[in-house]
Each structure stands twice: as C-alpha cells, then as structure tokens.
C-alpha cells in the first residue's frame, strides 16, 4: 500500500519518477506526489487523485532535477487531499513514507513543543521535522540512526536533503523497499515492478536496514549502522513490458489469461512424461509433517479454504485455515510436525508476512505459495512455491486465485502420494485431470454475452447472497467478495445449508442469488436449499457443470455450465463466472475496475 520511487542520477529524472509511479499506482491512487532538489531548494508537486493529473502539475510548474522521491497514497491517517499527499517538506528534509508511525501522536506533541509546526494530519510530518531536528546535531548518518530508532510501527521511506545534492536515504522496517542499480544513478522502489522499466539489477532491503543512495554509490546499514553487504539480483525481464493490450482494463485480460497461466503452472510442476509432480527443494521428510496450516488473506484466505476441502479429503494430515490477521495475535502452540503455508499473490500483505514471521521466530517450518518471487515473503519462507501467473495489476485478484489453488492442489497430492493416502493409480489420474484443465477453463471463458446481462441485474440490486456447499462455498466467498469489492454491493457469501439459519430472511422478490452447485455429492441437497431461496421470491443464478441428467427443479431465473471434470478442480471452472459477473456488474455502474475506492493492491499496512 503506497508506492515509492526515487532517482538520483546526473540526468532529469521527473519523467522517469512519473512512468514509475504510474506502475506503482496498483499500490495507492488516492493522491499522488513529488518532490526533486534542483537549484539548492526541495521543489514539490502534490495534487489529490491520479498520477496524470499529477504530471499535469508537473508540465505547468515545470518542476525538474536529477535526484527526486515520488508517491502515491493510499491514506491511512488523514484523508486523501493536495496537503496530505507525499512527500513531506521542511526547508531542509523531504520525506515519502508507506506504513503507519504508531506513535505518531506523541511524536508531533514533542516536536509542537519545540516549535515544529504541522501542516497535514499525516503520521509522516513527523518524520520530516525528527530528521530536521536531529540534522542540527548529528551527522546524516547518526541522525538517520537515531531517527529510526525513534519511530515505533511499520515504514518504508525515503529521504532527500536541501543539503546533499545527490542523495537519497531509503529505511525498512515491515513495509517492502528494493535498490536498483542502474549505469551511474541509482534508484529505490518500494517493489522490483516499479524499477523493472529501468533497471534488472536489484537489492532488497531487510527488516531494520537503511541505505544510502547516490548516484555512483550505494551503501546498506543495519538499525546501528553497521554496514551491511548485499548481494545484487537479476530480476526476470518477462515481466517489463506487462500492458493492457487490447483490453479496457487488466482484469478483463487477466481473467482471459487463466487457461494460460494454468497451463504455464502446470507444466512449472509436472513432469508429463514420468507422470509425476515435482516440488524440487523439498526440505523435510514427508514423515516430519503431521498437519497443515495454510494462512492468507482476502482472495488468498479463499483458496486456502478450498485446499482445505482437499487436504481433508486426500491426505491424513490435520489441516486448518487461518486469516493471517488473526493469526499473528493468537496464542499459538507451534509445532514442530506443522507445515505453515502461506499463501500471497503480491508476497508483501503486511499480516501474511507478519503471521510468517512469527513462525520463524518459533523455529517451525514454512512454505510461501506466492506469484511475486521476489517478496518480503518468498525470500523469508523455508520453501517457496510460485504460482507462474506473471504480474497480476488488477486490484482484485483473478488469476493469483487459480494460480494459488493450483499450487495448494499440487502440493497436497504430492504430499498424499508420498504419504501414501492415494495409490499411485489415483495419483497418476489426479495429474491427467491436471492437464486438462487449462482447456476446461478456455471453454468457461465463452459466457459473455449471457453474464453482460446478469452484470446489471447484479449491479442494480440491493444486494445478492452466493451459496454453495463443499468446495463451492469458499467459491461462493470469493465470488461476493469480488462483487463487494468492484460493484460496491452488499453481497454475500453462506453455505447453503445454512440459510434456513437465519439468512433466509434477507431473501425477498427478486434478490439475485449465485447457487454453486456442480453435480458432486452435494448436488442434491444444494438444489433443494437453492429450491427453497426460489420458492422466497429470489431470483437463481444456477452455476453447475454439463451433465446428460436434467435438474429437478423449476423456475430457475439463470444458468451456467462449465465442463464436466474431476469435482476436485471444479472451484477453478466455477470460479470463472463469478470473476466475470463481478467485472460486467462493475462495468455497467462505470466504475474503476482496476483500482475499486478504497482498495489497494499489496496491503502492506495492518
Ligand atoms: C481481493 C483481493 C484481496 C487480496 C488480499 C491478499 O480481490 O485481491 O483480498 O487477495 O489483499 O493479498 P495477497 O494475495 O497479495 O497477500
């Protein structure tokens, strides 16, 4: 959440901190800033929304220099305006911060004290007027020390000084910050996708570090300032040139992608002609893991409670699902015979990777099933399993979603054959299916005509349930939160047996209700509970697979089928419509799919 970027260069860098910063607006798009030394002076440019009204600021103060920092917010304390955007100035400091200074309150009382005035109701200022203060008497170095030790609750930051033309000081402490190294200048990101369009060469900051960036030299300190050697890493050139193409917004190309981006993952894992998957790296023995614990957040939490579903029914391993958030404030007992997934497309959700966190601190094993390798969260976790999806901007997570199943799927039936809870017969049947699914999910793609015209159904009503049993009712979650999040209406996601519990009661004429209900052994009872949401007044979007059998019941407003496969990996054919209704819904209301209000990609504060 926020987005960071500097340059320090001998060439203009405010273009390049604009290109960048467009990027990085995944991150934070509610204001947008920045700031360059040029002339002795810290010029500074800020408006409130998107980038491009920033560079139209930028045009009309012809603001320019070869060192600047850029931002975009995502607020978090004060609301999105010009004043409150980043960076922060004094006379002497600029600073842009992502996270959140807890003892922001006590801070500013200190600095009022002392005669600092405050311009914004940000946590940030403080930072401004500490480094400010401390600058009269101590070195850049000590006072950068010293102020990091002063600041309690998660950032990353960068600083440029009216004093040192060609200087940029970058700190870590919980949110994500990279170095780019590039031909005499240097750059700093708050993550490899900003700094890919100018550099592969990256370092990643650790926890407590900071660094000091000039244009033909770069040092990295630890919380004391001991220095500390960093090794310099080539970052895949895939990923440069990830463009919207012909689409109007990325998640309707990501959405598209799926059958790719299955098949891509698909072949990262199975050996085709062996007949086998490969986890290579795998660094326990399979009798040192009596239970599973898989741990994420939002769209993430979602797959693993669908990969619960299978663990439970292919493996004898324990297995429990956990919200990152919760999580990391329980009162755990670890264990030793755990595995501690967690899964995260951006690999950067502050609470994911504070919930890994404290797994290392207890010594237990860990595994991180993300899309970016690069994360906070892939370069901390025991064993790392990608998701092959490639750079995933839409806000809401699609194709992260089935690239994360797919992995929980794979690693659970490897973890069941070398267990021995399935014979190789089924294991064998198992990567088959596997290998046909990319085809199912091109097929399910071809539903757009017919969910156009749900969308506004679905975009005009008051509100809408999803229901589903077994594997469909975390589908049933994701599909409400993915309507939630885009449309901006009250949907939810119950089991379906369920609803005569209570939310049977929010059922009236015409409510648009989601019935998941492939012909799995719950088929059955899911149609007499979608009977019963009927014979209430609501009207039934009924998503099921192709079958010769006809449905025993009537009235049913919509249908969707989806190819008939393995009911294990039916969620990622099921999960297609949902995706689509929740962006045609969003379309018809006009509004932002890629960046929904109050949303951010990469949730790096708590
Ligand atoms: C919803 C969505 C979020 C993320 C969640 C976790 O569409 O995208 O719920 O799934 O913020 O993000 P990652 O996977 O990056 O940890």
């Known amino acids: 959440m926020c987005g960071i970027v500097g340059i320090t260069s001998s060439k203009e860098v405010t273009p390049r901190i604009i290109s960048s910063l467009k990027k990085l607006e995944y991150r934070g798009y509610d204001s947008a800033g920045l700031a360059t030394l040029s002339n002795g002076n810290i010029n500074e440019v800020k408006c409130e929304g998107r980038v491009d009204a920033l560079e139209k600021n930028i045009i009309q103060t012809k603001i320019s220099g070869s060192i600047g920092i850029g931002h975009v917010r995502w607020a978090t304390h004060g609301k999105p305006s010009s004043i409150n955007a980043h960076p922060h100035s004094s006379e002497d400091v600029s600073v842009v911060h992502n996270g959140i200074i807890e003892n922001s309150t006590i801070l500013k009382k200190l600095l009022e004290n002392k005669g600092y005035k405050f311009k914004s109701q940000t946590d940030t200022e403080v930072i401004v007027h500490l480094v400010t203060d401390y600058l009269k008497k101590n070195n850049l170095k000590n006072t950068i020390i010293k102020v990091l030790k002063k600041l309690h609750g998660s950032f990353a930051l960068g600083i440029i000084f009216k004093d040192q033309p060609d200087l940029i000081v970058g700190a870590r402490r919980g949110s994500p910050l990279a170095v780019g190294y590039g031909p005499n200048e240097h750059y700093l990101g708050s993550d490899s996708y900003a700094l890919k369009s100018m550099t592969n060469k990256i370092s990643y900051l650790n926890d407590g570090e900071f660094c000091i960036l000039k244009k033909d030299q770069v040092e990295f300190f630890d919380a004391d300032g001991t220095k500390v050697n960093k090794k310099i890493l080539n970052l895949s050139k895939d990923d440069q040139n990830y463009e919207k193409g012909d689409y109007k917004y990325y998640m309707a190309k990501e959405i598209d992608e799926q059958p790719i981006t299955l ?268 009977q019963e949401v009927i014979s209430r007044g609501a009207k039934v979007l009924l998503i099921t697979n192709k079958s010769t059998d006809e449905i025993y019941s009537e009235n049913i407003w919509e249908q969707i089928e989806v190819d008939a496969i393995s009911d294990e990996l039916i969620p990622f054919l099921t999960t297609i419509p949902l995706q689509k209704l929740a962006y045609y819904s969003a379309l018809d209301k006009g509004y932002d799919i890629d960046k929904p209000r109050n949303l951010a990609k990469s949730v790096t504060v708590e």
Not at 509 to 521: N, Q
């Open 263 to 530: 098949k891509n993952c698909v072949n990262e894992y199975i050996d085709k002609h062996n007949k086998e998957i490969n986890i290579y790296n795998f660094p326990w023995k399979i009798n040192e893991i009596s239970s599973v614990i898989l741990i994420g957040c939002g769209t993430a939490y979602h797959s693993c409670l669908v990969a619960k579903y299978w663990f439970e029914q292919n493996t004898s391993l324990d297995v429990r699902v956990d919200i990152a958030s919760e999580f990391r404030y329980r009162k755990i007992k670890f264990k030793k015979d755990c595995l501690y997934v967690f899964v995260s497309q951006s690999g950067e959700t502050a609470d994911t990777f504070a919930a890994l966190d404290l797994c290392k601190k207890n010594n237990v094993k860990t595994c991180a099933v993300v899309n970016v390798v690069e994360s906070s969260i892939a370069r901390d976790a025991d064993l790392v399993l990608p998701i092959h999806c490639g750079p995933e901007v839409g806000v809401a997570s699609t194709k992260a979603f089935l690239g994360q199943m797919l992995v929980l799927y794979l690693l659970c039936t490897k973890l069941s054959y070398e267990q021995k809870s399935i014979n190789k017969k089924d294991y064998q049947k198992k990567i088959k299916d596997l290998l046909s699914l990319s085809k199912s999910a091109k097929n399910t793609l071809n539903i757009e005509d017919k969910i156009q015209t749900l969308g506004k159904d679905f975009a005009n009503s008051k509100g809408s349930m999803f229901l589903g049993r077994g594997y469909s009712y975390p589908i049933a979650l994701e599909g409400a939160l993915k309507l939630k999040e885009l449309a901006y209406v009250h949907a939810e996601g119950y089991p379906a047996g369920e609803m005569k519990h209570g939310p049977l009661a929010l059922i009236e004429e015409g409510m648009p209700v989601v019935v998941i209900a492939p012909r799995d052994e719950h088929y059955k009872k899911t149609i007499s509970n979608m």
